[in-house]
């Protein structure tokens, strides 16, 4: 039977040869998540309020129902309730789509706002890496030159 060769020292030895700053990756980890956790943070606001949304326009819609379900003398009341009720479900209706459109502007504000953020924070972060290397390239040309 074949054994297999163990190549954690070998591994080991190859990237101590290769050493590497991590904080950086670090870093970069750190503020996706943070984003990320924002971004969620928005979703699941906007999902929760068009939840209750939805919630309110059921009951109120099974509230009108109630008067329209009930047992009327003449003929003609049942016209008349359902009208009423076509009538206070469109308005309803209207009143609830614009609150889904106020839930989504919402969402969709803070969306910008934190990609926004989320560009300028890169763009400094970059810029700092920048002036450092040149920084450094700058020293170690120095060093080069004498």
């Known amino acids: 039977m ?19 700053d991590m904080k950086p990756m670090e870093d970069m980890f750190k503020s996706a998540t943070a984003f990320n956790e924002k971004l969620t943070g928005v979703a699941l606001e906007a999902a929760g309020n068009s939840a209750e949304i939805s919630n309110k326009w059921t009951k109120d819609t099974l509230d009108k129902l109630t008067a329209v379900s009930k047992a009327k003398e003449d003929p003609a009341d049942y016209a ?19 609150a889904y459109a106020e839930v989504a502007k919402k969402a969709q504000k803070d969306t910008v ?6 560009g300028k924070d890169l763009t400094d972060e970059a810029n700092a890496a920048v002036k450092k290397a040149t920084s450094e390239v700058a ?4 060093k080069a030159a004498k």
């Open 2 to 20: 074949a054994n297999t060769a163990d190549f954690t020292n070998v591994m080991k030895d190859m990237m101590g040869n290769f050493p590497m």
């Open 80 to 98: 008349k309730a359902f009208g009423e009720f076509a009538s206070a479900y469109a308005e309803a209706s209207a009143e609830h789509l614009a």
């Open 113 to 118: 706002e934190l990609v926004m953020a989320a």
């Open 139 to 142: 020293t170690a040309t120095k």
